[in-house]
């Protein structure tokens, strides 16, 4: 028992001798963390992030708005059949795509039958003619006539008259009075009935002449008629459609042919109201729509348009002049058409070099503005909502609100928030911290294609 007592109190007093040590060791580092000498900190250094800038320009900004849609001849004419028969003659070159000069005959249509009809009605012309001569024979003969029996009938009134003083002596038979005036009724109904023929000469007459006239009118309608047998180009065109054959029967009112005009071809470019406004010209005035106005429309608007056709790397321009403006608002885009007109679109083809601007090529519009001077111009991607990031002239960010006048492609100008020269970031910045230091880099090639895009001299990308 006692040995085991002696046992454990000896384990016990080992266990007990791992404490001294471990008790000087932590008084070891206790003392050596106070004694230990601080370390030297080194004073904090900001950084400059690196930014591209260009200084904010003043230009006399040309605004331009871009449009598209298909082109159109100035003139559409459709050859219609005015009259009915066989075609009896085609132009050889009335095919599709064709070009024939104005005045060149196109087709021909059988006039055999329309001259017959104005011979037919001349004849009936000439025989009215007769019946007119007759008639004037008649009056001036029935006139005559007409005297001799009124002087007859005065002669054979003054005999009743002596015969009835004669029969109240008794010196003639009441059978010679009654004889006598029988003769004086006699030569009345004759005096009567040659007044009623002149009465009725005039009623003749008219209706005479009335027929006259309607044979003169029909003559007048078979020369058109026959006229209209020979069809010919109006103006210098372009085939577009042919739907008869030689010696094919055209009915009357039957579409024969379609030719496009080449003087002129016409684009009805869709642009939207916001776009339109900022290249139109402002003017106090009011505009009144008549046609003295309408022709004076591109100079009261100030657009000088242009068109332009894109074929791959192949791309072609001409000069245009504002027509008219649609009459309504596209009621699926919202836009409104601007109908542009290209002269002499074919007169201005040349072969590998520029192609005739042809019936529905699809096409780009470009409306330029007049110029507006000294205008503040920042590129798009300067743009952070209505802000612009400055560099201030500590090289610290500033974040600068600005009034937008209206935006282009790729730049947007200014009403107020920037002065002419101060540096604007244009160059992506995250983050981008107000008062961060800043190291601005010009970019000088981005100044001068934003001077080249905002002053008309480069393409609208």
Do not use: C
Not at 73 to 94: D, F, M, N, S, Y
Not at 359 to 369: A, F, I, S
Request: aromatic content about 2%.
């Amino acid at each position: 028992m006692k040995e085991s007592i002696k046992a454990k109190l000896k384990e016990h007093a080992k266990r007990l001798l791992i404490i001294p040590p471990l008790l000087i060791g932590a008084a070891a580092i206790v003392i050596a963390v106070k004694t230990k000498d601080k370390p030297v900190q080194a004073p904090l250094m900001e950084t400059a992030v690196k930014v591209r800038i260009i200084p904010a320009p003043s230009l006399d900004v040309v605004p331009r708005a871009l449009g598209y849609g298909t082109v159109q001849p100035g003139k559409v004419w459709q050859a219609v059949a005015e009259v009915g028969g066989k075609v009896t003659e085609i132009h050889p070159q009335l095919k599709k795509g064709a070009i024939i000069p104005a005045g060149e005959l196109l087709l021909k249509i059988d006039p055999a039958a329309y001259h017959l009809a104005a011979r037919q009605i001349e004849a009936n012309i000439r025989s009215t003619e007769a019946q007119l001569a007759e008639l004037a024979v008649k009056e001036e003969n029935t006139g005559a006539s007409l005297k001799i029996d009124e002087r007859s009938l005065t002669l054979s009134r003054k005999d009743l008259d002596r015969k009835k003083q004669l029969l109240k002596r008794k010196t003639v038979s009441q059978a010679s009075v009654d004889q006598e005036e029988r003769n004086v009724l006699s030569r009345q109904q004759s005096v009567q009935s040659l007044r009623n023929t002149l009465n009725l000469i005039p009623s003749e007459r008219q209706a005479l002449q009335a027929q006259l006239a309607l044979n003169r009118a029909q003559l007048e309608q078979a020369k058109l008629d026959l006229e209209h047998t020979v069809i010919k180009a109006p103006f210098d065109g372009r085939v577009a459609e042919i739907n008869v054959e030689l010696a094919q029967y055209a009915s009357t009112g039957k579409v024969l042919a379609v030719m496009d005009s080449i003087d002129v071809s016409e684009v009805t470019a869709q642009l939207s109201i916001d776009k339109m406004l900022n290249v139109v010209a402002r003017s106090d005035s009011g505009l009144n729509p008549t046609s003295d106005v309408m022709d004076r429309l591109p100079d009261f608007l100030g657009l000088s348009p242009v068109v332009r056709l894109h074929a791959g790397d192949f791309t072609v321009e001409w000069p245009g002049r504002l027509s008219r403006i649609s009459d309504t608002v596209d009621p699926q885009t919202r836009t409104i058409g601007v109908i542009i007109a290209v002269d002499n679109p074919y007169g201005q083809a040349r072969p590998g070099i520029r192609p005739p601007l042809a019936k529905n090529m699809y096409v780009e519009v470009e409306l330029r503005g007049r110029p507006r001077p000294a205008q503040i111009v920042v590129p798009r991607v300067a743009l952070h909502g209505r802000q612009v990031y400055v560099v201030n002239g500590e090289s610290r960010l500033e974040k600068r609100p600005v009034d937008i006048a209206f935006l282009q492609t790729n730049f947007a100008v200014l009403r107020g928030g920037l002065k002419a020269g101060e540096r604007i970031v244009i160059s992506d910045l995250i983050p981008a911290v107000g008062g961060m230091l800043v190291k601005p880099v010009e970019d000088a090639e981005a100044a001068r294609a934003l001077a080249r895009e905002a002053t008309g001299d480069s393409p609208v990308r």
